[in-house]
């Protein structure tokens, strides 16, 4: 093995195998590892340097002599050979002579070091199992790599992020998670951990990682290099910061983005969309934005609003404009073989190919998905939505399948622009949303928003509003969406939103349904973009009806705010209300998601890292510093025990009862109460204004 200092990188040698430290924005490094002649020189989502960082390393010789030796022969075994230390701000990197790897915080702290159980003389985990922190294994017949990457458990250690699974825990301790995407399932492999320190597992690639007790491994199946970044903090907030510098923060949010959002699946014409908007508008009601959802297309791929269904889109966006209302219009990546666009983007290269079979979606058509790795293809894209939708006054694109969701999720048949799909597949999420951001900013376009139902590492600086798919109407749904949004704030995406009443299996007419949209929907007011959608059963109201030979989709159940019984309608007109006061201070959190990375809602111990027991709780969180929201999460429940973290003086927003921090209370929580609490004295008019006595109530 040889160890070598080139312009401020160390490299280790050893064989084929290199592996290179580079210094990566404050207090980070960036780890990566290739057994070809040449290191691949894809960024992925280390895309921004940050702070212009410079390494200093420094090298010691140390006594490698096996104990056994130092006896009477100890000066002939006698060794001594060379440690390496990289320097990086608080971040220290040891390099022992054996080659494994360890990291240190600036007090001296491991923070977490590679899983090295091999032959050696100096490591207290010497062994004879022959078990390497790394290895690159060649795939037969092919020039690429099975990928392992190994380092140490800590049972002390507690993992937050990896972005959005449909699990209860919030700390992934002990999971076992996949490396890619599924409908309501978003890997973005970053994390958060209780230690000190973050981590980015800088690889699109399928795989797997389980954070086990005896050890964590990742896994690519296949790739052509290993890349990993790491950094430290004293604070979770230090980390997410130096983290989002290196691949970009959000933008900051629109306007509109912090009011209320009307959807459902869905409108079917624009005279039953244009009714809802002018109702609510009639009732005095708050609406900021209204989706345009799927099927408003002749075919898929046409990326074009039905003539006979939509007669006029100009005229209905300046109509909504006129009530302050954004339109937000749905856009798929699939492309029927009927569509006017097929031929052209088949002749292209712009669809993605497959290496055996078809994969060819027969949900209403027969359509493929466009390659968003693609440039030309995102460009393609885009201009079309700039012709159809933009230049109607379209400035908003709900970009859906964007995972994207296949028939089969069979990752070894499919191959992108990029390359195969079990090397790539998970950076396209991030190529579609940045496809629509390029083009908008391109057109002067300054406040961008494209809500996703995807992300990776990355995606959030390409104006990425992440929702977490279609999932399932339950109470237990609902408290798996918690953990989700939580998580995927912690992995380094600020913006995110869940379908409120979840998206399938709801009946409007169902009272446990109608208690659950309720709950749901005062948890949608204090999350990060509240948003009503839902497809709400039984929903196919007519006949399939086929329009030159293509099918249409019906028009759901009704899904306002008025359509869940009238004793329903005051609780939720109120949440709007409320959330429209809460606009100030949501606009201030925003603004500090952009400028320092800082995720919207995020765990108490976000806020609170010197609590060890706001480490463990799961069921409640801050938006923002100065509000605790404790959601009720149980069907039938009339009031919530909420820890409140220590630090802090609390106040109940509904009884305004104040609470010494550090402890754990009951308060009361009827069907039109979410308990919240604000910290240190700070009042916000939620359930008490002058203005609103009753917390807003329609017209």
């Known amino acids: 093995m040889q160890i070598e200092q080139m312009n401020g990188r160390l490299v280790i040698r050893s064989g084929v195998s290199q592996v290179w430290l580079d210094a990566w924005g404050t207090d980070g490094v960036r780890v990566r590892m290739t057994n070809e002649a040449e290191m691949d020189p894809r960024d992925w989502a280390l895309t921004e340097k940050g702070t212009e960082s410079h390494a200093v390393i420094t090298c010691r010789e140390v006594d490698t002599t096996d104990p056994w030796y130092k006896g009477p022969e100890y000066v002939q075994y006698h060794r001594l050979e060379k440690e390496y230390t990289f320097v990086n701000g608080k971040l220290s990197v040891v390099v022992h002579p054996e080659g494994w790897l360890s990291f240190y915080n600036q007090r001296g702290e491991l923070l977490t070091a590679e899983y ?46 990896m972005g959005q699974y449909q699990d209860r825990q919030l700390n992934k301790k002990g999971a076992v998670l996949e490396l890619c995407h599924r409908n309501s399932q978003a890997s973005v492999p970053f994390f958060v951990s209780s230690r000190g320190y973050g981590f980015l597992w800088n690889n699109p690639a399928i795989g797997t990682c389980t954070f086990g007790t005896n050890r964590t491994e990742w896994t690519a199946r296949s790739t052509k290099k290993m890349d990993y970044y790491l950094t430290c903090g004293d604070t979770p907030a230090d980390i997410e910061r130096n983290y989002s510098a290196v691949t970009g923060r959000v933008p900051m949010m629109p306007e509109y983005g912090l009011g209320y959002w009307q959807c459902k699946l869905r409108y079917r014409t624009q005279d039953e969309l244009l009714r809802v908007a002018r109702r609510h508008k009639a009732m005095g009601l708050p609406l900021d934005a209204i989706v345009v959802d799927f099927f408003h297309w002749t075919r898929q791929g046409d990326f074009k609003f039905e003539p006979l269904d939509w007669p006029d889109p100009e005229g209905m966006v300046k109509e909504l404009k006129a009530m302050g209302v954004e339109t937000v219009v749905s856009v798929w990546p699939t492309v029927d073989e009927r569509s006017e666009n097929y031929g052209e983007m088949a002749d292209r290269g712009y669809l993605i190919r497959t290496d055996r079979g078809n994969d060819v979606s027969t949900w209403m058509g027969a359509a493929v998905i466009f390659d968003a790795t693609h440039p030309g293809a995102r460009r393609f894209v885009w201009e079309k939505c700039r012709e159809n939708y933009y230049r109607k006054g379209i400035r908003c694109f709900w970009l859906d399948e964007a995972e994207p969701e296949y028939a089969d999720y069979e990752f070894d048949n499919y191959r992108y622009y990029a390359g195969p799909a079990l090397q790539t597949s998970n950076l396209y999420p991030v190529c579609y949303a940045r496809g629509f951001y390029e083009g908008l900013r391109e057109e002067g376009e300054k406040e961008i928003l494209s809500l996703t139902r995807c992300a990776w590492a990355g995606s959030q600086k390409y104006a990425v509003l992440a929702w977490s798919g279609d999932v399932y109407s339950s109470f237990r749904v609902m408290r798996e969406q918690l953990q989700a949004g939580l998580s995927m704030g912690m992995a380094g995406i600020p913006w995110w939103t869940s379908d409120i009443g979840g998206f399938m299996g709801g009946d409007s007419s169902d009272p446990a349904f109608r208690e659950l949209l309720v709950r749901w929907f005062a948890w949608g007011c204090f999350s990060p973009v509240f948003r009503m959608h839902g497809e709400r059963s039984p929903w196919f109201e007519r006949e399939q009806e086929y329009r030159n030979g293509v099918r249409q989709l019906t028009s759901g159940q009704d899904n306002e705010v008025w359509s869940f019984g009238e004793e329903n309608t005051p609780i939720l007109c109120r949440y709007l209300f409320i959330r429209e006061r809460l606009r100030p201070y949501l606009r201030r959190v925003m603004a500090e998601a952009h400028t320092s990375g800082a995720p919207v809602m995020r765990p108490l111990f976000f806020d609170f890292p010197g609590d060890i027991d706001a480490w463990h709780v799961e069921d409640a969180y801050m938006l923002g510093p100065d509000l605790l929201v404790a959601p009720v999460m149980e069907a039938g429940a009339t009031e919530r025990r909420v820890y409140l973290p220590s630090g802090a003086i609390w106040t109940d927003a509904y009884t305004l009862e104040t609470y010494e921090g550090g402890r754990t209370v009951t308060v009361p929580a009827p069907l039109d109460i979410i308990p919240v609490f604000f910290r240190d004295g700070k009042e916000y008019p939620i359930y008490h204004t002058e203005n609103h006595p009753k917390g807003g109530q329609p017209s």
Do not use: C, Q, V
């Open 116 to 161: 090295w159980r091999n032959r050696n003389r100096i490591n207290r985990y010497s062994s004879s199992l022959r078990i390497r922190g790394r290895e690159l294994k060649a795939i037969p017949g092919t020039d690429d790599w099975a990928l392992t990457a190994r380092f140490e458990a800590y049972d002390d250690e507690m993992i937050f992020g």
